[in-house]
């Protein structure tokens, strides 16, 4: 099809605001799948995403519109999540296109997604056509929505849609707003090929299947290709598109939305962001890819059942789906072989962990999540501690800095109050606030281990779900931490080990040690539960053992004395050999802990 009636685009949108519902009814309209194939959220085919009601992994489609003068248009929708820890799949997917449809739930109005997914846009210079979705919802107010999104996007009150994506009303409107007001794609089909990487998965019969955007040039079956950044040559398997199942085609040129099987096997061969070219005429300038995602959680990941291969082999394969998900080898000493992974924040963790448990059937065991932190010796090196583990002996530490996040909320006035005490309680560092129609708008800088678990689950709780947060980086800051170390039987276990703040330490351990005791397995014999900090244990408690042994003699006192003493020090000197099984709770009790604190 000619370039001028093609159309590459993205819906972006907070998250539950319909986004996935309109999707279904363009697919609907321009009768992509038959009304048999056609279910809810099609493009959710994710068991975590159906589950979750969210969406997780960006996909793409074709369709084909006719529009009102006649002409049929080709359209590719290229999918994005909405939730704030998926931001690094909505970026890729704008690098894919040429616009982007703005759309707002009319009972919720200009969300934190909704603005940050905004600003992505505009960094990549995109058309934006603003739509206000649930209009036909007795709850909903479309005028509040209008001046929200004007003063947001800086459009015109006629340049808004209303739609009802879950009726059907007003869809036609945006389908030919597509064609009217997102530009033709730009490129050169007779330069040589440079297509961008946007995303990819792995299939264990083709091998990796790259998503890409085509901007120059054009390709077919059998043409020998090449990554330029990972400098990988392969022979073309197929090329085809998304309708939304993958559909073979004799060629992809410059505009097009598509796939190539290349053949490869090995996930690292392939990189989100690498220029796609010819190996006979290359490109002379690749494209500008993506700037690395930052991790701001990390945990690590060990197999239940001893099935480490199955593990990295999941693992790696997972990573090459979601460029945003990253993992290097490590070992424990309780747990044995396993991986250090880095997430975009906990709901990632939790996606990632059910795939693994439902897509590739391991059981995984995830130790405690936890920051970055930068850790400055007295001999003036710099340490960057992304493990508990790694954390340098006190005596050697001269300061530690931690990653602080600017953070936004908005929030209802009658709520102000609540929402502070709980930024306070979370060590922010108040910045300031100002009111907006009946809201409230607060900045903090917040330390990113403080909220990196629970915290917009309590927000939006205190504020009967209608608070939103949007955070930023900010940078690195001093703060007062220590490792807490946990012994079990008198032996240290590497995998339990944590950062805290050193005025929550003795809280905190306290009770660590009372959920502990109830949590590890118990043996034949008491075992102790510390908590330590700086080589002094804070809090202490015991493991009761599975039945108690019975005295018998005229100094019951004495004999119950010295069985004691003998098992203390057989326990002293089989700690450190004793075999430990750490079920998950027992990492569960350590989160609880640190989120109830």
């Given at each position: ?483 807490m170390d946990v012994l079990v039987n008198y032996a240290t276990v590497d995998a ?54 019975a005295t018998t003699g005229s100094d019951k006192k004495n004999a119950a004395k ?36």
């Amino acid at each position: 099809m000619k370039q001028s009636q093609i159309r590459n685009f993205s819906i972006i949108a907070h998250i539950d605001h319909g986004k996935s519902t309109l999707a279904d009814r363009i697919m609907e309209e321009t009768q992509t799948v038959s009304e048999r194939e056609m279910s809810s959220q099609l493009l959710d085919s994710m068991a975590v995403e159906q589950e979750h009601g969210i969406t997780v992994k960006s996909r793409t489609v074709r369709s084909y519109y006719t529009a009102n003068n006649g002409e049929t248009f080709e359209y590719n929708f290229i999918d994005t999540p909405g939730h704030v820890d998926f931001s690094y799949e909505v970026s890729k997917s704008l690098a894919a296109s040429d616009g982007a449809i703005l759309l707002v739930d009319a009972t919720q109005g200009v969300q934190a997604q909704t603005v940050a997914n905004y600003r992505l846009a505009k960094e990549n210079n995109l058309k934006i056509i603003p739509v206000i979705n649930k209009i036909d919802h007795p709850n909903a107010d479309v005028e509040e929505t209008k001046i929200q999104l004007m003063e947001l996007a800086d459009v015109d009150e006629d340049e808004m849609l209303l739609i009802s994506a879950k009726t059907g009303i007003g869809v036609d409107l945006v389908l030919e707003a597509i064609k009217d007001r997102i530009p033709e794609p730009v490129g050169d089909i007779e330069a040589p090929l440079k297509a961008l990487v946007f995303d990819s998965h792995f299939d264990a019969f083709k091998g990796i299947v790259a998503y890409i955007r085509v901007f120059d040039g054009e390709f077919k079956a059998n043409n020998l290709l090449r990554f330029m950044q990972q400098t990988t040559d392969f022979q073309v398997v197929e090329a085809g598109i998304f309708k939304p199942d993958m559909v073979a085609v004799d060629s992809l040129h410059a505009g097009d939305v598509g796939y190539v099987i290349t053949g490869l096997k090995d996930p690292q061969l392939v990189k989100i962001g690498d220029t796609l070219t010819s190996q006979n005429h290359p490109t002379p300038e690749a494209l500008p890819g993506y700037k690395e995602s930052e991790s701001m959680v990390f945990a690590g990941f060990y197999p239940k059942d001893n099935n480490y291969k199955e593990l990295k082999s999941a693992i790696q394969k997972l990573a090459l789906n979601d460029s945003s998900f990253h993992y290097k080898e490590e070992k424990s000493d309780a747990l044995g072989l396993g991986f250090r992974c880095g997430f975009l924040g906990m709901l990632h963790l939790s996606i990632i962990r059910e795939r693994l448990e439902k897509e590739y059937q391991l059981g995984v065991l995830t130790t405690t999540p936890n920051v970055t932190y930068h850790v400055v010796l007295k001999n003036g090196k710099e340490v960057t501690v992304d493990n508990p583990v790694q954390f340098p002996d006190f005596s050697e530490i001269d300061h530690v800095e931690e990653p602080f996040l600017d953070v936004h909320m908005t929030v209802p006035d009658e709520q102000v109050g609540d929402i502070m005490k709980l930024a306070e309680k979370r060590k922010g560092i108040f910045q300031d606030m100002a009111y907006n129609s009946g809201q409230t708008e607060l900045n903090y800088a917040l330390p990113s281990s403080e909220i990196a678990y629970d915290f917009f689950n309590q927000l939006k709780s205190l504020s009967h779900g209608y608070a939103t947060m949007e955070t930023q980086f900010k940078g690195y800051q001093t703060a007062d931490v220590v490792k807490m170390d946990v012994l079990v039987n008198y032996a240290t276990v590497d995998a339990l080990g944590f950062v805290v703040h050193r005025q929550d330490a003795v809280e905190i351990g306290q009770k660590l040690v009372e959920q502990l005791k109830y949590a590890i397995p118990r043996k034949l014999f008491p075992m102790p539960v510390q908590a330590v900090v700086e080589n002094k244990a804070i809090a202490r408690a015991n493991v009761p053992p599975l039945r108690k042994s019975a005295t018998t003699g005229s100094d019951k006192k004495n004999a119950a004395k010295q069985d004691m003493l003998r098992r203390q020090s057989a326990n002293k000197r089989l700690g450190s050999k004793a075999e430990m099984d750490l079920p998950q709770e027992v990492f569960n009790a350590i989160l609880e802990v640190n989120n109830d604190n």
